[in-house]
């Protein structure tokens, strides 16, 4: 099991985006530290909370200050703004500055606040990120390169820089529906779930829908096939006690629960193919209770580092490989607590079980209770 740590530089109300974007930086360098194994930021748009609009930017920063944990775009957008070259080149780049780290994860948008902008049409989105993501793969790999398809005509050209690497990155894609759990395992992708609150027995079939699929991949274009199904926790906070993590970030986790419902419901509203999402409306009288939601679905994975191990390990068995969790809006203390109680607590259990203490130091020298002054 390999663990990311999902940052959007949210930045509170009296904080400038200067101070929120170093923090994020610090935050990685010390993800790495407490032995995390990917760092990322989704690429967000016109959007009230998440900031990272330019995430190919801070890449660069996050590879000068750190030197194992690997760098996953954990949201490219593969639309008609984001012309596959260009993406084919910033990769590029932050692959040569962090010695070959990148990995990317693409994603077609699911808000209209993006869309309307940038003049997309919801309808197209998918046909957009498939061809986009032929094309970035066709630059990075073919020198010359050429393509002529539906959304991009390209005349034979030399794309630079050419990657650290001598083979491609792994390349997944953000995946809601089960019709792109599918096609994701079709494609020989790397799969995100994002279950949007639907709960453990529609993660179940996701993941079972993506298993069947990834065993006779067809590759679109020449990367490598990646298996790897990773599951979104969209709010995680872990603390001394569950108690303490629920009031810590039960604000949070209220105001990410609206705004992803009020998200679908616009898409619901054009008849796209989103409109499954409703189901999570069922959900709303709880939107205030992060441990009925925490126990409806690992969307939200809050509480003491037993508590996410429990919730790791149903994922586990359920057969992801990886869990991404977003740690954010908090205030960095509280990132960083999280990030050093996973790093020690969780990660460790999945990593190396046998080297964990199981023992009471305390029991071994026969004291029954922790010195005061040492709690």
Known sequence: MRFGFLTEATTPKGMTHYHRYHEIIREAEFA?????????????????????????????????????????????????????????????????????????????????????????????????????????VK????????????????????????????????????AISPETHTLAGNLGLGCLTNDSYLGWDHIADLASLYRNAIAKPEPLAKYPVNNSLCFSSLTAHCATTREKAVEESRHDATRFFRSTMELYDRLAERGTAFAEINMMRKLAEHQEDPLYLMQHTPTLMIGTPDDIIEQV???????????????????????????????????????????????????????????????
């Open 32 to 136: 790495e530290e407490m032995g995390w194994d990917f760092w990322g930021t989704s690429e967000q748009h016109f959007a009230p909370g998440a900031t990272t609009t330019a995430p190919e930017a801070l890449y660069g920063a996050v590879a000068m200050r750190t030197s194992r944990i690997k760098l996953r775009f954990m949201s490219m957008l593969m639309l008609k703004f984001n012309h596959p070259i260009r993406v084919a080149e910033r990769l590029a780049t932050i692959d040569i500055l962090s010695h070959g780290r990148v990995e990317l994860c693409t994603a077609r948008s699911n808000n209209v606040k993006t869309l309307d902008p940038f003049e997309v049409d919801a309808e197209e989105t998918r046909a957009q990120w498939r061809e986009g993501l032929e094309v970035t």
């Open 313 to 375: 390990r149903r994922l586990e068995a359920l057969g992801f490989d990886e869990v991404c969790l977003r740690i954010d809006a908090l205030g960095i203390s509280k990132h960083m607590q999280t990030l050093e109680l996973i790093g020690k607590y969780v990660i460790p259990e999945f990593r190396g079980p046998n080297i964990i203490r199981r023992e009471s130091m305390w029991g071994d020298f026969g004291v029954k209770n922790i010195p005061p002054y040492l709690i």
């Open 139 to 174: 630059a990075l790999t073919e020198f010359p390169m050429e393509h002529d398809g539906e959304f991009y005509k390209i005349p034979p050209v030399d794309v630079n820089p050419r990657l650290y690497r001598s083979e491609i990155f792994p390349i997944s894609v953000v």
